[in-house]
């Protein structure tokens, strides 16, 4: 590790004795200020021994190594976040300074329909639900005609782009979740004939909501981040589909897990934390999910945004809310919110959903704001986790 307190390799028995009668001692003074600790078990033991507070400040910066390269962590909060494991009860949470080196999707475009039996060649149509972009195609029925069957398991998805016309959009068909290898793709045309599979609307079985199928999902419990940022396995093994509707993200076949390269010493002090994380009213329901992970994004209330639908996602970071330039809680532009990759501000993903929509994640604009963005679009990614 490499941080203000220098750097040191593995620790012998005697320098582990060392540490603990200066520990030992720290415990008994109620001193923890003299401690300077050099090793990633050094800090965890004051953690638990609930010295931290005494040793670390908000905003102070800790490094580790990823691969080849020493990534920079803030420290955003001290007994903020409450452990998944009930035996401990200290916390201190780091956050990433900047924004991981590559931008990524939240989660990717979604089917349109889960062949859960299979489906023979034939003609078939759906229909768009009533009011929905009906200046480009919405709330009409259409109709496409498969050559091939698509096996039980299988899918199909409608590749319908933002301002672009439903009837210019095509149909694919796939084997199963996984495959990137269409079996066939088909056009759409604007009719009733063959078997109806439903309504996009999220009512009808099999049949995903229109928001998904064209934007992706903005339930971070069943997202692709989520995933990458709790791997630690090689690229192509990093995602699993959670939903019947589910596709493969645009780098599922490039990338390790976030964890894969990191330190091996950094990783065994980081603990599962309980999150809170709001889910949206449109697909999901509203209300909200807790998740442990030990790798997290954080809400839109911890940024010092307020709460997303009156749920409490929980409490601004210190970090955030003693250095803000609001003098409350908002959305507004803040530049202690700003984050960078090499140099240049970029927005980055909040696990928070836009909860209106099924599709739009909260993100902090390169100006601070916190606003909201599509779930397949590739923006900076500043994880969170605690030292437990």
């Known amino acids: 590790m490499i941080n203000q307190f220098g750097f040191v390799s593995e620790e012998t028995f ?26 990633w078990a050094e800090i965890q033991a004051l953690v638990r021994a609930g010295l931290h507070k005494n040793v670390f400040a908000i ?15 803030d420290i955003i909060g001290i007994d903020h976040d409450t452990p998944t494991d009930s035996q401990f009860t200290h916390s201190m949470t780091l956050q990433l300074h900047d924004c991981l080196p590559s931008a990524m999707l939240f989660d990717a475009l979604e089917a349109l329909y889960y062949a859960e039996n299979g489906l023979v060649a034939g003609t078939y149509n759906f229909t768009i639900q009533s009011g929905y972009d009906t200046a480009y195609g919405g709330g009409k029925t259409y109709q496409f005609t498969l050559e091939n069957d698509v096996p ?3 899918q199909l998805t409608f590749g319908w782009s933002n301002n672009t016309q439903a009837a210019n959009a095509k149909v694919s068909s796939y084997a199963n979740s996984t495959s990137t290898t269409a079996i066939e793709q088909v056009t759409v045309i604007e009719g009733s004939a063959g078997t109806n599979l439903g309504t996009t609307d999220g009512n009808s079985t099999n049949v995903n909501h229109i928001h998904r199928i064209r934007y992706g999902s903005n339930n971070y419990g069943e997202s692709a981040i989520r995933q990458f940022l709790n791997s630690n396995v090689v690229a192509g093994s990093v995602w699993t589909p959670q939903t019947k509707y589910d596709r493969p993200p645009s780098w599922n076949a490039s990338m390790a897990g976030f964890m894969k390269d990191i330190d091996s010493d950094f ?10 994380t709001a889910l949206n009213t449109v697909t999901d329901g509203g209300g909200s999910v807790t998740l442990d992970d030990k790798f ?31 003098s409350a809680a908002g959305t507004g532009g803040d530049s202690n919110r700003i984050k960078y990759r090499s140099g240049t501000a970029q927005t980055w993903w909040l696990r928070s959903p836009y909860s ?3 599709f739009y994640v909260r993100t902090v604009y390169t100006s601070g704001i916190v606003y909201y963005l599509n779930a397949n679009h590739d923006y900076g990614v500043a994880p969170a986790c605690n030292i437990i």
């Open 356 to 358: 209106a929509s099924g």
């Open 59 to 73: 905003g102070d910066q800790l490094v580790c190594q990823k691969g080849s390269s020493n990534i920079t962590w």
């Open 267 to 276: 990783l065994a002090v980081i603990g599962k934390t309980r999150k809170v």
């Open 14 to 39: 005697s320098e582990k004795m060392d540490t603990q009668n200066r520990f030992l001692a720290a415990l008994v003074t109620a001193q923890g200020g003299a401690l300077k600790p050099t090793s």
């Open 296 to 326: 997290f994004l954080l809400s839109r209330s911890e940024v010092y945004g307020s709460l997303e639908n009156d749920i409490d996602e929980g409490s601004p970071y210190p970090y955030y809310s003693n250095y803000s330039d609001l």
């Open 152 to 154: 039980a398991g299988g």
